[in-house]
């Protein structure tokens, strides 16, 4: 495959991930914070590959899917991580609710219902002992190598 061609296969790969996680919100599955914000590279390395199909094969254009690629697998492990407890996460989304100290039970309630739903900490889905951010990591690297030999060849 010539470096288009792969730029193409990895930016499919990126919407396959990304209509993924949209299946798995319709089918009941709320994504967290974390979640969400592991779908932006991933829209970016669409466009990218979009920029690619339009203006032709770019070494550059190539390097940055790379770069999307690599963004969306270190989020992912970062997520996976504190799925783990290997790490905390972000304490809105992690069950700590930070600065409890001299608040009124008034704003204690108002912190509490403004917090999200969805917790960044608890895995929702998992497959074969891996979770939707493990797999996530997982494709995401798959890409960003596809990515890089497409610089490569570009």
Same mark, same amino acid.
């Given at each position: ?10 930016? *499919? ?6 209509? #993924?996680?949209?299946? $798995?919100?319709?089918?009941?599955? #709320?994504? =967290?914070?974390? =979640? ?5 590279? +991933?829209? /970016? #390395? ?11 094969? *770019? ?9 999307? &690629? ?5 989020? !992912?492990?970062? +997520? ?10 972000? #304490? +809105? =989304? ?10 009124? &039970? ?7 219902? *403004?917090?999200?739903?969805?917790? =960044?900490?608890?895995? !929702?889905?998992? $497959?074969?002992?891996? *979770?939707?951010?493990?797999?996530? /990591?997982?494709?995401? &690297? ?13």
């Amino acid at each position: 495959m010539n470096g288009k061609q792969l730029s193409l296969l990895a930016g *499919s790969g990126s919407a396959a991930l990304l209509l #993924a996680a949209l299946g $798995f919100q319709a089918a009941g599955y #709320a994504p =967290c914070e974390l =979640c969400i914000l592991q779908r932006w590279p +991933h829209v /970016a #390395a669409i466009v990218i590959a979009l920029l690619i199909l339009w203006l032709g094969n *770019s070494r550059l254009l190539a390097i940055m899917g790379a770069i999307a &690629a690599g963004a969306a697998m270190g989020l !992912a492990i970062y +997520h996976s991580g504190v799925e783990l407890r290997w790490w905390p996460g972000p #304490a +809105h =989304c992690s069950g700590g609710v930070g600065g409890l100290t001299g608040m009124s &039970a008034q704003d204690l309630l108002t912190k509490l219902q *403004s917090a999200p739903v969805v917790r =960044c900490d608890e895995v !929702a889905w998992r $497959f074969l002992g891996l *979770s939707m951010a493990a797999w996530n /990591a997982i494709w995401s &690297a798959l890409l960003a190598g596809i990515w890089v030999t497409a610089a490569r060849r570009g």
